[in-house]
């Protein structure tokens, strides 16, 4: 028994390890050879420098794709957290027909490829003669990401934020007072927690933003077009950049979301 | 009458609330009407339409599309590269989480399953690309191979199916293991403590109770792998090669080269349909309320 229980821890052991081998593995190999000290990022490593940062920095369509990136997730990811908060409160604190309905529609999107979104968007803006353009990233991230939104604040939308909601509303507050003085901010961790979800989506996010603009891009398409010269350095740079980003949103997120329930 | 006027009260409480309701959900519904469900619309009309000229409705776009022997062949590769995907990924990372759910100690579950989905949040233009750093003639694991002698030349990883299944594989292990791990530690461990004590050795118990009642964790993960897996673009078009086209890259070859919109839209029609019957075939098995 003794013996064929460690045998199983070993071979439990041997297989994690090689999971998060697998695993961590080219993120690894991303990051290390953003070090490198020569004009490819493959083995052998020289360094580590810091030149390819220095480069990406004073690359222009790098820097003009990053302000993109930033404007389109900042602003879809406020929208989406706005319109998420109103539907999640309208669905958990009124009672009527159609809700389940309602709630259904708001979720759907989750449910289809962000293809099918990016190819409703273009097959749309070309139908009206519109040209591509970056607000319709924004508004195909909104479409993606409310959803989320929605659903992380209707979960933190419980019966004991609403107790405290009545008591409000018995000393005579308004619907509007109660929403942005008491609702607002109980479950602030939460819509921040959402906010930074949405954008770490919207940062990362490449179809839609390929499909719906041109000259104007975000960073993901930015480093799309960078593939095409092959392997450099510059390239791990900036996806190292992006990453690390993504990395420390989400610990915003673990902090604010799941810290205090543990 | 009192007990009238209570009743009418109630009536336009009921109304007013039905009005809040509706007037806080409904930016939100709006957004998705406009944005989402009208372009679906639109997208249909123009999957009914000719690309030139001013030819009536009809399904010519559909019957050339199932017509045509490259475009099946980029469903058949679609279909079959997701499936094996699927059972790939959840073969890998059932063990992963059984072993994080059950071998490692609470309190460094939630680190180490952090740990293992941290490449889940790069985006896919840069995971693949990682993977072309690893797979590359001069890449890592040649370079390892090389320098112990089990080859003296580059084997050729990158550019071709193979790389991009495990383009796939890599990702799809890290969302099978959240959703089978979060479905595991919701099992009553007395379930397990009960088999055994009537007599079920470890492995007869997990085939008889942990392994069908962590099937919904896997369905839901089974699921989210076809939506996501089918649709993408990024992978195959970075690791594939182009030897063996998806759908996706087919109908980014539509909108691209063909400037046909009314047949991309047609593509992703059909493949918006794969998805929805594979939902169906498993929406039973997944009851996602349960995770």
């Not at chain 2, 112990?148 to 990702?171: E, K, Q, R, S």
């Not at chain 2, 959240?178 to 997990?206: C, H, M």
């Amino acid at each position: 028994m003794r013996w064929t229980q460690r045998l199983g821890n070993l071979v439990s052991g041997f297989y994690l390890t090689a999971c998060y081998i697998f695993i961590l593995l080219p993120v690894a190999v991303l990051i290390l050879f953003s070090f490198q000290d020569g004009r490819l990022p493959v083995p052998p490593f020289h360094g580590p420098t810091l030149n390819w940062y220095i480069t990406a920095i004073s690359n222009d369509r790098l820097m003009a794709g990053l302000g993109n990136s930033l404007m389109v997730g900042l602003s879809s990811s406020a929208l989406s957290v706005i319109l998420g908060f109103l539907a999640a409160y309208g669905v958990s604190r009124y009672e009527f027909a159609g809700k389940r309905l309602l709630q259904g529609i708001i979720i759907l999107p989750l449910a289809v490829s962000y293809l099918l979104v990016g190819m409703g968007l273009l097959v749309t803006i070309s139908s009206l003669g519109l040209g591509p353009s970056l607000i319709m990233v924004v508004v195909g991230h909104v479409v993606i990401n409310m959803p989320l939104a929605f659903a992380i604040c209707l979960a933190q939308l419980g019966e004991h934020q609403r107790k405290i909601e009545w008591a409000a509303r018995d000393l005579g507050a308004s619907t509007f007072r109660v929403l942005t003085m008491v609702t607002m901010p109980m479950i602030a961790p939460a819509m921040i927690a959402a906010f930074c979800l949405c954008f770490t989506l919207s940062w990362d996010e490449f179809i839609i933003a390929f499909l719906v603009t041109r000259f104007d891009v975000t960073l993901p398409i930015v480093i799309w077009t960078m593939l095409r010269g092959g392997l450099n350095p510059q390239t791990n740079a900036v996806g190292s950049f992006i990453f690390l980003c993504s990395i420390l949103l989400l610990i915003v997120v673990e902090l604010l979301l799941f810290r205090k329930r543990s | 009458m009192p007990s009238t006027t209570t009743s009418d009260n109630e009536k336009l409480a009921s109304r007013r609330s039905t009005l809040a309701g509706l007037a806080f959900s409904l930016p939100a519904v709006a957004w998705i009407a406009l944005f989402f469900a009208a372009p679906l619309v639109i997208m249909s009309v123009y999957s009914l339409m000719p690309l030139a000229g001013d030819g009536a409705f009809s399904l010519d776009n559909y019957r050339h599309f199932l017509g045509e022997p490259a475009y099946v062949q980029a469903i058949w590769n679609s279909v079959l590269t997701t499936a094996i995907v699927v059972v790939i990924s959840l073969l890998l990372a059932y063990p992963f989480a059984y072993i994080l759910a059950y071998k490692v100690p609470k309190r460094w579950q939630r680190l180490a399953l952090a740990c293992a989905i941290l490449p889940f949040w790069t985006s896919y233009v840069v995971r693949s690309y990682a993977w072309l750093l690893v797979l590359a003639p001069t890449g890592i694991v040649n370079w390892v191979l090389m320098s112990l002698h089990i080859t003296d030349h580059p084997i050729t990883f990158a550019y071709n199916p193979g790389a991009t299944d495990l383009g796939f594989v890599h990702f799809f292990i890290m969302l099978n293991a959240l959703t089978i791990y979060a479905n595991l530690v919701q099992i009553n461990p007395r379930y397990v403590l009960a088999a055994q004590d009537l007599g079920a050795s470890a492995w007869k118990s997990f085939i008889a109770v942990t392994l069908p009642l962590s099937i919904p964790g896997m369905t839901v993960g089974a699921f989210l792998t076809v939506v996501l897996c089918i649709g993408d673009f990024i992978t195959p078009q970075i690791l594939g090669g182009n030897k063996e086209l998806l759908l996706p890259q087919v109908i980014m070859m539509q909108i691209q080269r063909q400037l046909d919109l009314p047949m991309a839209s047609t593509m992703s029609l059909v493949l918006t349909l794969i998805v929805a019957v594979v939902y169906l075939a498993l929406q039973r098995k997944m009851r996602m309320s349960r995770l």
